[in-house]
């Protein structure tokens, strides 16, 4: 038996989040139709909206913002003579939970990848050259993952500043290698911040 066409729609809804099947999609619809009232259904429908009207790419570092510039641009007691580059917003998160990193963000939206279509081009990249010409950074810490991918991209970075007085470093090896940041615990995070070395 088929499902009603509403509740069939919201099954292929849910089911295009990461990791969620046609099962679970199934059991989300479910609940959502039998436990979840009117007020709540609004509720997480707005907060839905708002995600996408609100939040945006910083336009200095490009992490996940609902101000301009984000919080931690505009925080003028953090060490703005250093610039940790991560592939995601979700990195700046992780590395923020760790509360040992007190310097500035750049967020490149992924990695190099050109089996994937991921080239230079769809990398935050100009910007990354822009704030370096223009602000007092002395320091840029690459803290790609240790993927092919990551390993790749910082090895592009590290060859663009190599003519540029200012250090690369790279974040040390307390993440392991082949995981993502988001993933990784936060003792494990500011030791491989704390012990990072000159790339």
């Keep these: 038996m088929d499902y009603p066409k509403a509740l069939e729609n919201l099954i292929l809804e849910f089911m295009k989040y990461p990791g969620v099947g046609r099962k679970t ?31 945006h790419s910083c336009s200095i570092c490009g992490h996940l913002t609902d101000v301009e510039p984000c919080s931690i641009c505009s925080n003028q007691h953090r060490n703005q003579t250093q610039i940790l ?3 995601s917003a979700k990195d700046v998160f992780a590395i923020e939970k760790s509360g040992r990193y007190h310097g500035l963000y750049h967020v490149l939206n992924g990695a190099l990848s050109p089996m994937n279509g991921i080239g230079l081009e769809d990398l935050n990249l100009q910007s990354l050259w822009t704030r370096i010409q223009n602000e007092q950074v002395k320091e840029i810490i690459i803290a790609t993952s240790a993927t092919q991918e990551g390993e790749a991209t ?36 500011s030791r491989a911040i704390e012990n990072r070395r000159e790339f």
């Design 154 to 189: 910082a090895m592009y970075i590290k060859r663009v500043l190599k003519e540029i007085d200012i250090v690369v470093s790279r974040i040390g090896y307390g993440v392991p290698v082949g995981g993502n940041l988001e993933y990784t615990d936060s003792e494990t995070l």
């Design 25 to 55: 999609a199934e059991r989300y619809a479910l609940f959502t139709v039998n436990k979840i009232d009117l007020d709540s259904a609004t509720s997480f429908s707005s907060a839905l909206l708002n995600v996408k009207t609100q939040i």
């Design 85 to 87: 580059v991560v592939e």
